[in-house]
DNA sequence: AAAGGCGTCAACCGCGGTTCC
DNA sequence: GGGAACCGCGGTTGACGCCTT
């Protein structure tokens, strides 16, 4: 993959660039069409040795970074729509400051974007600082409303977005469930989040799925989405044909294997419906803002 | 009109993970 | 197996513009 440079002399990280010799700041024009223009012709190879070919007096981490957040030509400029904005609270509330996780849900948006979005606009209107579980350390002191989240749900909330970050950390040869836990469990315990609670009650999904009580989702080796209640045996399972699971979209049958199961989980989580009581305070706030495309 | 406060966002920094030798 | 080289990520900083007083 990577090319080795000469055998280094030294213990420990290298600077990644003589300090000295590089500029810091905001990038020119001039820069810039340097940088695509290059990269357009070349690739950009190994940043490390780029400025030099490329003839900029950057480092090669700076030159990444204007390239991946600013310049790329697939980057989506502009306001975020509702829909990305419920995007990335739905996936920070599991995920937590994953912000390359996150942004690998939504096209044409850097990391870096939605982090900078996520500090600035969104999480103001989280009735409840501490859905920012992630953050939560800076967050401590921070006024709790009466309009919170309950408790229990909040706890669920981070439980599911452990077990989220620890599959998608997973290698993918481990993806397989473990032995003294059901495949599905993680995967439960987004479900009775209050986010997947809320996604319960959506009439949309009950629409498609006869959801018993307790209901949760497992997911199964064969191609089928099946919904069970906590503990049912497998004949009490209601098996979902693959055509009928049209709520979302975007579950194509060949996604419900275990192998794809975090991607499962995000795109249950993803797959909230709008008018989910959930989201509601992301809609009210929303109306000021009169950004959306 | 000027000064200070605040919000936004591009860019930087440092660390961890991965790959290669 | 260990170290070097490199990349990518998340946290932080700083410049700039807008708003308020």
Not at 96 to 105: D, F, I, L, M, Q
Request: glycine share 6%.
């Amino acid at each position: 993959m990577k090319k080795r440079g000469k055998k280094g002399k030294k213990m420990g990280r290298l600077a990644c660039c003589e300090k000295s010799e590089v500029k810091k700041g905001a990038w020119t024009p001039e820069e810039d069409k340097l940088l695509v223009d290059y990269i357009t012709k070349n690739g950009h190879g190994t940043w490390r040795s780029f400025p030099k070919l490329a003839g900029l007096r950057r480092c090669g981490k700076s030159c990444r970074l204007r390239w991946t957040n600013y310049l790329r030509p697939d980057i989506k400029r502009g306001a975020f729509s509702f829909e990305e904005e419920q995007t990335i609270f739905q996936l920070h509330s599991v995920l937590g400051n994953k912000w390359a996780t996150v942004a690998s849900r939504l096209p044409g948006r850097t990391d870096n974007e939605i982090k900078n979005y996520w500090n600035s606009h969104l999480r103001k209107r989280i009735p409840n600082q501490s859905t920012d579980l992630q953050a939560s350390s800076a967050s401590k002191s921070a006024d709790t409303k009466s309009n919170s989240l309950p408790t229990a749900h909040m706890v669920e909330l981070e439980s599911a977005r452990v077990e989220a970050n620890a599959k998608l950390s997973m290698d993918p040869i481990n993806l397989s469930p473990p032995k003294d836990l059901p495949n599905c469990d993680y995967f439960l315990r987004a479900w009775n989040s209050a986010a997947g609670e809320s996604f319960q009650k959506s009439k949309d999904f009950n629409s498609v799925i006869k959801v018993e009580s307790d209901s949760v989702v497992t997911m199964q080796a064969d191609p089928t989405f099946t919904v069970c209640s906590t503990g049912a045996s497998a004949d009490q399972r209601c098996k979902i044909e693959p055509e009928e699971a049209t709520n979302s979209g975007s579950y194509s049958p060949d996604s419900y294997n275990v192998g794809k199961s975090s991607d499962i989980t995000l795109d249950l989580l993803l797959d909230f419906p709008n008018d989910g009581e959930y989201l509601q305070y992301l809609k009210g706030d929303s109306d000021d803002d009169s950004s959306y495309t």
